[in-house]
């Protein structure tokens, strides 16, 4: 039997993918398409990376291509994802995807920043057709609901997959990407595949307030934590299991194998791609969760420099802030006396005064502590202190309470203290849906 270009290319793509799971014994998605239930046994293909580690972690798309794309066969496909979508050697799964033979790619779908990643903050890339490959691309960002079905029925595919790296905020939009995908496909009667890849903070635990309801966005559908701790497959078990109860999608998530909770995105042996512009490193998703909380204020996040959400800051600000800081005492982290000036968002071409967070204990970091104290200190040290006039912090963080508190003079143990109860429920509503020891 000969093989055309396309296959031997797709076979090519397959094989390094796979990698080295044949040296370690193969493990195959084995598992049945289920509805993600509040058991949290439905839906997931594949053991889940439950054996332990196997030299380095293994994508969804890797132990998809080693099962020679069976979860795929006979459907027209439709592919969520960005530059994060890669293989272990750095290739585009598109690319591997649309050379192979065995999967009938017709469609892909970008998110916000666009399918090869060039828009910046709430921006896309629009339609285009993607140049490589010459397949249609659609826009996703901006789309919900009906509308977004229809984007789906007009494709002409039959099952959506998702790749994309999150990194473990609330308020970073992929996760919620992926939960309008699952709802549109379930309207147009579609199907997803979720092909996981590491938190890259890991997976140990949630921090931060629970969303309430009223405050939904965009930065934050449904009620979860601000750090949920989870990694997309078992985001989609989730948002299934509990928020698309009445119209659940035919879902199927293919999990990592080799990852555990506590690891950080270094240890995964996974080159790592930005998944938006102002998130070039996972250092700077490490910090997100708490410094990105600085959008709410007037305040620069660091964007624009070559450390965002690393650094923030702004005109006025001297060492007394990163003094103030310290003398905190937050578990984790130091703070240095920082200097440096925008290109890009707020403060463009100014100096900033500011903080430096160097985080010296990944383990005991917990960067939504680390923001709140951040906050508090800068209200009290700087006279220029603001909050953003539409209140955005109140999205960000999932209700007014950190604004109102941090307003009259509360301390970092009594906001955090304030959302506890909340964070203890989501942790029992989140348990049955993980998917790593």
């Not at 509805?35 to 580690?53: N, S």
Request: charged content about 20%; hydrophobic content about 40%; glycine content about 14%.
């Amino acid at each position: 039997m000969t093989l055309s270009r396309r296959g031997v290319l797709g076979l090519a793509g397959a094989i390094g993918s796979a990698g080295a799971l044949g040296a370690a014994g193969r493990t195959a998605p084995t598992g049945t398409t289920g509805t993600g239930g509040t058991t949290g046994t439905g839906g997931t293909t594949g053991a889940g990376g439950a054996g332990g580690a196997i030299g380095r972690v293994r994508t969804g798309f890797e132990r998809l291509a080693a099962d020679g794309y069976a979860a795929l066969a006979g459907e027209k496909i439709g592919v969520v994802t960005n530059p994060t979508g890669i293989t272990a050697d750095a290739r585009h799964l598109v690319d591997v995807l649309h050379a192979d033979e065995r999967v009938d790619l017709v469609a892909v779908f970008g998110p916000e920043h666009g399918f090869r990643g060039t828009a910046q903050a709430g921006g896309s890339e629009g339609a285009s057709r993607d140049p490589a490959t010459g397949l249609p691309v659609y826009d996703t960002y901006g789309r919900s609901g009906q509308q977004l079905a229809d984007v789906f029925t007009a494709a002409g595919v039959d099952t959506v997959v998702f790749d994309i790296q999150d990194v473990g905020a609330r308020f970073y939009t992929y996760i919620w990407t992926l939960y309008d995908c699952m709802r549109a496909a379930a309207l147009a009667g579609k199907a997803m595949v979720v092909l996981d890849r590491p938190n890259p903070v890991g997976g140990r635990r949630a921090a931060g307030p629970v969303l309430e309801r009223p405050y939904a966005s965009f930065v934050g559908r449904e009620p979860i934590a601000l750090a949920h701790g989870m990694t997309a497959a078992e985001l989609a078990r989730l948002f299934n299991g509990e928020f698309l109860t009445e119209k659940p999608v035919r879902l199927r998530t293919v999990p990592l194998s080799g990852w555990r909770r506590e690891s950080f995105f270094g240890e995964t042996g996974l080159p790592w791609m930005p998944p938006s512009p102002n998130m070039p490193t996972p250092d700077t998703a490490l910090a997100y969760a708490g410094t990105c909380l600085f959008e709410g204020t007037n305040l620069s996040e660091g964007r624009g420099t070559t450390t965002p959400f690393e650094v923030v800051g702004a005109e006025g600000i001297d060492r007394r802030w990163a003094e103030a800081a310290n003398a905190l005492g937050l578990p984790g982290v130091w703070f240095r006396e920082a200097y440096f000036t925008p290109t890009f968002s707020k403060h463009v071409g100014k100096v900033c005064g500011g903080v430096r967070l160097v985080v010296h204990d990944r383990a005991a970091f917990d960067p939504v502590r680390a923001g709140i104290g951040l906050l508090i200190t800068a209200r009290r040290v700087w006279s220029g202190f603001g909050w953003r006039a539409d209140h955005w912090i109140d999205r960000l963080t999932g209700s007014d309470r950190v604004r109102t508190m941090v307003d009259a003079g509360a301390d970092v143990d009594e906001v955090v203290g304030d959302w506890a109860v909340g964070l203890a429920r989501f942790e029992a509503v989140r348990r049955p849906y993980l998917l790593y020891p």
